[in-house]
C-alpha cells in the first residue's frame, strides 16, 4: 500500500442507532480519518446490562480483547493500546472508545459487546465499527 493511502482510516460501525431495546448499538457505522484526528466511537449496550466489553477485529483475524467495563469500573485494560486508546462509561450505560490521534494501523472493526454480568457471560454483540 502507498503512504498515501496509508495515510487514510476507515472506520465502520455496522449497527444502525442509539438504545434499540435487546440490542447493542454502535456508531459511527463507518468512518474515515485522516491521520493526526481523534476518533469517538460509541457503544449503547443492551439496556440495564452492567457489563460492557470493546474488542477489535483487524483484517483477515479473530476478535481481540481491549477492555471492559463493570458499571462505571474498567477493572481490566490490559487489552488497550498504550497511550492514544482510552475509553469511559461515565453513567454505567453508553461508552465511549477513543483514539488520539488515530493512525492507519488502527484501521480495524471495533466491536462492542455487552452482558448482565460477568459470571453469566454471553455474547450479544453488536456487528461493529469498521476503522
Ligand atoms: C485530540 O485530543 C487531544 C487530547 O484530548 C487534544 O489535545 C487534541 O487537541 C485533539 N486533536 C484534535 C485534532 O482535535
Not at 503512504?3 to 472506520?11: E, M, N
Not at 470493546?54 to 483484517?59: A, E, G, K, V
Not at 462505571?72 to 475509553?87: H, L, Q, V, W, Y
Not at 466491536?111 to 460477568?118: H, Q
Amino acid at each position: 500500500m502507498g503512504s498515501r493511502l496509508l495515510c487514510w482510516v476507515t472506520l465502520c460501525v455496522l449497527g444502525v442507532g442509539h438504545t434499540r431495546a435487546g440490542v447493542v448499538s454502535q456508531s459511527p457505522g463507518y468512518r474515515v480519518a485522516g491521520r493526526g484526528q481523534n476518533v469517538t466511537l460509541r457503544c449503547d449496550p443492551i439496556p440495564g446490562h452492567q457489563v460492557l466489553y470493546w474488542y477489535r477485529q483487524m483484517l483477515g483475524q479473530g476478535p481481540e480483547y481491549l477492555t471492559y467495563f463493570q458499571g462505571k469500573e474498567e477493572p481490566d485494560k490490559s487489552g488497550m493500546p498504550k497511550n492514544r486508546f482510552s475509553a469511559e462509561r461515565p453513567e454505567s450505560t453508553y461508552s465511549y472508545l477513543k483514539i488520539q490521534p488515530v493512525e492507519p494501523k488502527d484501521s480495524a472493526v471495533y466491536l462492542c459487546a455487552s452482558s448482565p454480568t460477568t459470571l453469566r457471560f454471553s455474547l450479544e454483540k453488536a456487528p461493529g465499527s469498521r476503522l
